[in-house]
């Protein structure tokens, strides 16, 4: 075998060792920044800011690329997504689409309840999240999703002001009050 061929089948087995430990610590140094708001594990216990454990990774890896780029734009996450590369970015979303959401539910309301499950259904929010809300591909998880996020998504959505979000929501959102919207998130917040 030639020397130089030799050399560069050593560099690849090499490479293919140590890449991806430091790979995983540059990743784990991000995620540590990112678990201040969306917990260790993605569950977050922060108001406002929503979980991400099990999520779609497709969904992930879209806004993870939305907001890296300031087309989502997030003021509390301003620059955090600075200088990942997009194996990073699929790192990340891998890491929190493998974990389970662990739903932290706040008091069950039935009539609110049993009001958002009505609409849900009647605005078929299940041919895109499927019927259980658990999201595929780039639609998002919804069932025990924090009730506050839900509703401040859906309030942007509504509203016209998700700047660099699928306009897609607007129109399912169309014509509904904030009522019907707190309605909505509190059964979807306690779905499980
Ligand atoms: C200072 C708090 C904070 C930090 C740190 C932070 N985020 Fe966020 N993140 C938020 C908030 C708040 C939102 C929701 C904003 C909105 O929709 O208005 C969000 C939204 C997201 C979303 C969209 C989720 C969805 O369901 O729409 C993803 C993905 C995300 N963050 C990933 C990350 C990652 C990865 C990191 C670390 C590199 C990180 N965030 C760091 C606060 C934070
Ligand atoms: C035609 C498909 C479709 C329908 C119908 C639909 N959605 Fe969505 N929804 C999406 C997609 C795609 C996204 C992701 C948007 C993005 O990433 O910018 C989304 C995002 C969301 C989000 C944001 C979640 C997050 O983590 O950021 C909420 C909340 C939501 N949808 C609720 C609903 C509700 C409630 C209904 C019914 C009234 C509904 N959706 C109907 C496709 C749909």
Do not use: W
Not at 96 to 101: P, Q, R, S, V
Not at 133 to 144: F, H, I
Not at 151 to 176: C, E, K, P, Y
Request: hydrophobic residues 40%.
């Amino acid at each position: 075998m030639r020397a130089s061929k030799l050399a560069a089948l050593l560099s690849g087995v090499y490479l293919s060792i140590v890449a991806p430990l430091s790979f995983a610590q540059d990743i784990s140094a991000k995620l540590a920044v990112c678990a201040a708001c969306h917990g260790a594990d993605g569950n977050s216990t922060m108001s406002g800011s929503p979980s991400l454990a099990g999520q779609p990774r497709i969904f992930l890896e879209n806004n993870l690329i939305m907001i890296r780029e300031g087309i989502r734009d997030i003021p509390v996450m301003k620059g955090q997504l600075d200088g990942l590369t997009d194996p990073q970015i699929i790192a990340i979303a891998k890491f929190y689409a493998g974990h389970t959401l662990k739903p932290t539910h706040g008091k069950h309301h039935d009539a609110l309840y049993e009001r958002g499950k009505l609409l849900s259904k009647q605005a078929l929010c299940g041919t895109c999240h499927l019927p259980n809300y658990v999201g595929r591909e780039q639609m998002p998880r919804l069932a025990g999703q924090r009730e506050d996020y839900l509703l401040h998504s859906m309030r942007q959505f509504r509203n016209n002001t998700a700047t660099g979000r699928d306009t897609i929501m607007a129109a399912s959102l169309h014509g509904m009050n904030d009522d019907d919207l707190k309605a909505i998130a509190h059964y979807l917040a306690l779905t499980k």
